[in-house]
């Protein structure tokens, strides 16, 4: 496997970034009292590489930077983490694969310290190409908060991208569990959210609908640039608060999602569903061919 890292250097005084320097992506280089092992305290992104080029960089910038504001960590200094990621991306690519990622990841650092912990590791993706053109199943399970839990409790962090990615791993085995490839959050109070690492996408007729961002979810890179193609298209685009029954009326649903782009929804909760292979195809053509 051609993994390509680089450890994001901070100055123990300041607890700024100051560069980084790429090692051995097999070498140790977490200490185990590190908060990202102990308590998954810190926030990361997942950046495609794409024949090339880097997809979505200054969005998934701004993201950490939201991310790490909403766990009080400290700013990350994005001038240093773009150069970073901009570094493996080119390693990466020159391995001369087609599509990869780069996953970046912000820690509380070691128990103590003065300084976090960073670091931007570059991996080649897997082939895609069944989920993207035959689509997959998804059950809809209980997230167990109401959609207006980001403004009721915002120390659940609902809608950052925080490394405690366990619950969305174990609704993954429950879904599995019942047959199904993925799932489809739903709040307690029955509205649609997203998936345990994507965004969800509605079409009726020409009209491109996503759960809003307000309701606790991850906003999106992929659905942003998505809906700014579909516009380019002639399509209308809308941000909703959506019911499984909105689900069950589309015309076409898809998960979409740095890497591995759009999928189609071909069956909800054991019922089979209509597949847009056409704009499926478009869709993919389209988040594959961007540059930021
Ligand atoms: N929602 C969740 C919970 C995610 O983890 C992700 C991506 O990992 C997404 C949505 C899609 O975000 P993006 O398109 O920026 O990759």
Redesign the pocket.
């Known amino acids: 496997m051609s993994a390509v890292l680089a450890m994001i250097d901070f100055s123990p005084e300041t607890g700024e970034a100051t560069g980084f320097h790429l090692v051995d992506a097999t070498s140790p280089q977490l200490r185990v009292d590190d908060l990202a092992a102990t308590r998954g305290d810190g926030v990361f992104e997942?950046i495609s590489v794409s024949y090339g080029r880097l997809q979505?960089l200054d969005?998934?910038l701004e993201?950490l930077a939201v991310s790490a504001r909403m766990l009080d960590l400290p700013a990350p200094q994005l001038g240093v983490w773009r150069e970073a990621i901009i570094a493996v991306g080119d390693a990466l690519s020159a391995t001369g694969l087609d599509e990869g990622s780069v996953k970046v990841v912000l820690t509380r650092g070691v128990e103590g310290g003065t300084a976090p912990t960073g670091w931007a590791l570059g991996l080649p993706s897997p082939d895609f190409t069944r989920e993207r053109t035959e689509g997959i199943s998804v059950v809809l399970l209980d997230r167990g908060y109401r959609h207006d839990v980001a403004s009721t409790s915002p120390w659940l962090l609902a809608g950052a991208?925080t490394l405690s990615?366990a619950v969305?791993r174990a609704a993954r085995r429950e879904a599995e569990r019942r047959g199904a490839d993925d799932v489809l959050f739903v709040s307690s109070d029955g509205y649609l959210l997203?998936?345990?690492?994507?965004?969800l996408l509605l079409l009726h007729g020409d009209r491109l609908v996503t759960p809003r961002v307000d309701i606790g979810?991850?906003a999106?890179?992929?659905?942003a640039d998505v809906f700014a193609w579909a516009e380019s298209e002639g399509l209308q685009t809308g941000y909703e608060l959506l019911r499984p029954a909105d689900l069950a009326s589309a015309d076409a649903a898809w998960f979409?999602?740095?890497?591995r782009h759009a999928t189609p929804l071909r069956e909800v909760d054991g019922v089979a569903r209509p597949i847009d292979a056409g704009l499926t195809a478009r869709l993919n053509e389209a988040l594959l061919a961007r540059i930021d």
Request: charged share 10%; net charge positive; glycine share 8%.
């Open positions: 997942t979505a969005a998934h993201r991208k990615y969305n997203e998936g345990a690492v994507s965004s979810i991850l999106g890179t992929t659905q979409v999602s740095s890497v």
